[in-house]
């Protein structure tokens, strides 16, 4: 995947877009600086590339029909190879400010200074070059053409002396990531084609140019450095989601523009006269540059945060279009088989085409896969599946409101697929009714189902998860009863806020979280309203529920100083220390969150209803604080009297009977920011 340079406004600018060439990893034992470089010794035990005598590194022609020599392979490096050079060797602990120093001094120790030729390749043209020196403070090698001068360009107008001008007028100093080493078999130059390839991979893929007012307590690698380049190598294995990395690109132009034209205006104000209007004018417009910018760079690191980037998720916006009805008006039954034999169509015919004689006729439809029954639906068709197992390619994108059945036990009707499409099963119909199915998930970046808006209904189905399992998106309804969950690596079920979902006698089971509840954005949403009953959350890695909420509502800070008696009550009971003798009831909590009445004890809860108590206690508090919020904002408007039954929520049906066992972490955790 090509990747744009960030370097914008750094001093080390490039004046042309860098390409990236196919590289091998390395092999062979190095010295311990050497290790840190390059790349494993076992990591291309496979390739068929011949090793040249002398060097650990491969070599590559140019593409096409060139002159050049060739030169040496190095971009292909795997992420705990560059991850330890730059951790060890190139940035250590340093600041942000300090990127430019830590790199020049490991630069010193590594490159050669001369004697050694390169590739001067930008997107316009190649020119082979001979460095005579190299100045380190400013990351750019002192240049000469070499001799025969070797040049190929995409313009036929650019000729050799363009090139002489153009070095002139640069005085023959070159960014060093835009020279490719040329290949030399005796290892000399190892360690400098390596470090080179570090410093170019780093400003085009990790640095950005407003790293360096960004200084914390934490060094540079830690808060910037690692999140991007696992991001980055997290988007080149496929393991994220088309759409997210759309959004993180399109994210990353808009704070790059945003920061550029921040830096005009401020360079603008400096040549100003104080208390002009025309300052006050640009004063406000960098005000509100600065705080879109800031905006921006928070969404920037939630993408890049491995594990906020799939906590927090992002908005996908669905594409399918509803069909309707025919145009005939007719509903169609889509059977799907492999093979249809004459006592399976009996059977059919007995049990679901023909079971009442006095309805009328039904059109019938025969498909070999359930895909393209899938995509030859209208609203109210049906689809009934054979026994059998299904491998499919493509995604089901169910836009219209239809039935799909299996005929049968779920583990008889499987559905399989494969291949690294986003997700398996898209919803977004008013009522899609499945039942009776075994799904089966592989090499996927996205959820199992997800559930973009309006309601669906899973019953008596098996859901063998890859990523995340179910994804209930805000506004839309999920209904699963009798169904069985597993095998997810995020969580089995996340729950977004505006949606509703009712989990009835259900396993979730063999997740990284079993359900996960999204509470973190503003009061303009409201909670999911959730309903858990009689289902069985077990043998998940962390936690079988969790919260996912802010560290602190910024509006309850000062209602917190206040220390009001109504304030105390908004303190969630999970956060301190508590026996069963201290659980309080279904009702009276949620009478005492609509500030009805105060809790009373309850005694002698079991392990398992515990856990049940607990969500109910932490969701009572996170919706109990939004109405405060809420409460605060009309009175700032000037309404003064807010009605507390319209502030009041909803937040659930009921939970209970719910039974939560040897989950890694507990029953019920939350997870701040």
Not at 42 to 67: A, I
Not at 344 to 364: A, H, N, V
Not at 572 to 592: A, N
Request: glycine share 6%; charged share 25%; hydrophobic share 35%.
């Amino acid at each position: 995947m090509a990747e744009e340079s960030l370097l914008l406004g750094s001093g080390l600018e490039l004046e042309a877009v860098v390409s990236e060439f196919p590289v091998l990893p390395v092999e062979g034992e190095l010295a311990p600086l050497e290790k840190g470089l390059f790349q494993d010794e076992d990591s291309c035990s496979d390739c068929s590339y011949h090793r040249k005598p002398g060097s650990c590194l491969q070599s590559v022609v140019l593409e096409g029909k060139t002159p050049f020599p060739e030169i040496f392979q190095t971009s292909q490096l795997l992420f705990y190879e560059r991850f330890r050079a730059y951790q060890d060797y190139i940035l250590a602990d340093c600041k942000a400010s300090e990127v430019r120093e830590f790199t020049a001094e490991f630069l010193e120790k590594v490159i050669e200074t001369s004697g050694w030729q390169a590739v001067w390749h930008t997107n316009v043209f190649e020119v082979l070059v001979e460095v005579t020196d190299v100045d380190f403070s400013a990351l750019k090698a002192v240049v000469r053409l070499a001799e025969p001068c070797v040049c190929k360009s995409e313009v036929t107008t650019f000729t050799v002396e363009c090139v002489k001008e153009l070095l002139d007028l640069k005085e023959c100093r070159l960014p060093l990531q835009e020279l490719w080493v040329v290949f030399d078999d005796s290892g000399v130059f190892d360690q400098t084609a390596l470090a080179i390839e570090h410093v170019r991979f780093f400003y085009q893929n990790i640095w950005r140019s407003w790293d360096e007012e960004e200084e914390d307590e934490y060094d540079y690698f830690v808060r910037c450095v690692e999140p991007r380049l696992r991001l980055h190598y997290d988007i080149l294995e496929d393991r994220v989601p088309s759409g997210l990395i759309v959004d993180y690109h399109n994210l990353l132009t808009q704070c790059e523009e945003s920061y550029r034209k921040f830096l005009n205006l401020r360079s603008s104000l400096s040549s100003c006269n104080s208390d002009s209007e025309q300052e006050n004018i640009s004063m406000v417009e960098g005000l509100k540059l600065y705080s879109e910018i800031e905006q921006l760079k928070q969404k920037l690191k939630l993408i890049e945060n491995p594990l906020l980037r799939y906590v927090f998720g992002y908005q996908k916006n669905s594409n399918i279009q509803a069909k309707g009805l025919r145009p005939n008006g007719r509903k169609v039954t889509h059977v799907v088989s492999s093979i249809m034999m004459s006592g399976l169509l009996r059977s059919l015919l007995q049990d679901r085409l023909c079971e009442d004689p006095s309805k009328e006729e039904i059109e019938i439809q025969f498909h070999s896969d359930p895909l393209s029954a899938i995509n030859a639906c209208y609203e109210g068709d049906s689809v009934i599946v054979c026994p059998g197992h299904y491998v499919v390619h493509g995604t089901f994108s169910i836009a219209d409101s239809i039935e799909l059945e299996g005929y049968g036990v779920p583990d008889d009707i499987v559905i399989e697929k494969m291949g690294k499409g986003d997700t398996f099963v898209d919803c977004t119909g008013a009522d899609i009714k499945i039942s009776s199915i075994k799904f089966v998930q592989h090499d996927a970046v996205e959820g199992i189902l997800i559930i973009h808006h309006g309601k669906t209904t899973l019953e008596n189905c098996v859901l063998q998860c890859e990523t995340t399992g179910v994804t209930v998106r805000t506004s839309a309804e999920f209904l699963m009863k009798n169904s069985d969950l597993y095998g997810a690596k995020g969580a089995g079920l996340e729950i977004y806020p505006g949606s509703k979902c009712i989990l009835s006698d259900n396993g979730i089971h063999h997740c990284k979280e079993g359900i996960l509840i999204k509470d973190f954005l503003d009061e303009h949403y409201d909670i999911p309203k959730i309903s858990m009953i009689n289902n069985i959350i077990h043998n998940n890695e962390g936690y079988g529920v969790v919260l996912v909420k802010p560290t602190i509502f910024s509006d309850l800070q000062e209602n917190d100083q206040d220390g009001t008696e109504e304030n105390k009550a908004l303190k969630s009971p999970t956060s301190d220390k508590v026996d069963g003798t201290e659980r309080v009831d279904l009702e009276e909590l949620i009478q005492c969150a609509a500030g009805k009445e105060e809790p009373s004890a309850k005694v002698d809860l079991s392990e398992h209803v515990e856990g049940n108590y607990e969500i109910m206690n932490e969701l009572v508090a996170a919706s109990t604080q939004k109405g405060q919020m809420k409460k605060k904002r009309l009175s700032e408007l000037g309404i003064t009297q807010a009605d507390d039954d319209l502030m009041s929520q909803d937040i659930f049906v009921a939970i209970s009977g719910n039974q939560f066992k040897w989950n890694g972490k507990g029953s019920f955790g939350t997870f701040l920011f």
